[in-house]
T-cell receptor, first 118, second 117 residues
Framework: AQKITQTQPGMFVQEKEAVTLDCTYD???????LFWYKQPSSGEMIFLIY??????QNATEGRYSLNFQKARKSANLVISASQLGDSAMYFC???????????????FGGGTRVLVKP | GAVVSQHPSRVICKSGTSVKIECRSL??????MFWYRQFPKKSLMLMAT?????????EQGVEKDKFLINHASLTLSTLTVTSAHPEDSSFYIC?????????????FGPGTRLLVL
């Protein structure tokens, strides 16, 4: 079974509008972390936001917020006030196990391509 | 913030040659680094976990003799694609964790585009 599922392969969004990117995950670990990364055409992976499994508040980083619904195992990314520069691939990822352990790997979803229209 | 560098950023080689890719953590020590591979319009697939001073851990289906990993110091891991073939052409990205920096500190290098002719 897929550990990270992103059901939206691509989406258009109007500039200045908000967009929600879906991410569901599957794990039996109690301790885990969820990440969102942006990958522009250059290929670099840009960290956007992080949510720990024990965090009670939804994470926010500027225009990015994470809608964490633990019981549903979903961690949707919300981008507010979309900008043309937000056009990119977006990946949801999960790190299972204790956050202090250096060796725990990230597993990625299939990604969602976002195109912001002027 | 912490930075991970990769060298080279782009390489073109002939079939049958070997290519070495370096991954460095510039201002933190990384006992563990990760090597990912990404095909066009696809996601990142973990190839192996590189452990400083010990053998790398390879994911299922990844040939360890094909993709040699060496993690000789706390700031450097290398991936060598041996006897490269056109199907090895891909985007290779390394990642390192700055454990001292907290749980969100999973940094990625800028990637290496490999084209095997």
């Amino acid at each position: 079974a897929q550990k990270i599922t992103q059901t939206q392969p691509g989406m258009f969004v109007q500039e200045k509008e908000a967009v929600t990117l879906d991410c569901t995950y599957d794990t039996s670990d109690q301790s885990y972390g969820l990440f969102w990364y942006k990958q522009p055409s250059s290929g670099e992976m840009i960290f956007l936001i992080y949510q720990g499994s024990y965090d009670e508040q939804n994470a926010t980083e500027g225009r990015y917020s994470l809608n964490f619904q633990k019981a549903r195992k979903s961690a949707n990314l919300v981008i507010s006030a979309s900008q043309l520069g937000d056009s990119a691939m977006y990946f949801c990822a999960m790190r299972e196990g204790a956050a202090e352990a250096a060796g725990n790997k990230l597993t990625f979803g299939g990604g969602t391509r976002v195109l912001v229209k002027p | 913030g912490a930075v991970v560098s990769q060298h080279p950023s782009r390489v073109i080689c002939k079939s049958g040659t070997s290519v070495k890719i370096e991954c460095r953590s510039l201002d933190f020590q990384a006992t563990t680094m990760f090597w990912y591979r990404q095909f066009p319009k696809k996601s990142l697939m973990l190839m192996a976990t590189s452990n400083e001073g010990s053998k790398a851990t390879y994911e299922q289906g990844v040939e360890k003799d094909k993709f040699l990993i060496n993690h000789a110091s706390l700031t450097l891991s290398t991936l060598t694609v041996t006897s490269a073939h056109p199907e090895d052409s891909s985007f290779y990205i390394c990642s390192a964790r700055d454990v001292a920096g907290g749980p969100k500190t999973q940094y990625f290098g800028p990637g290496t585009r490999l084209l095997v002719l």
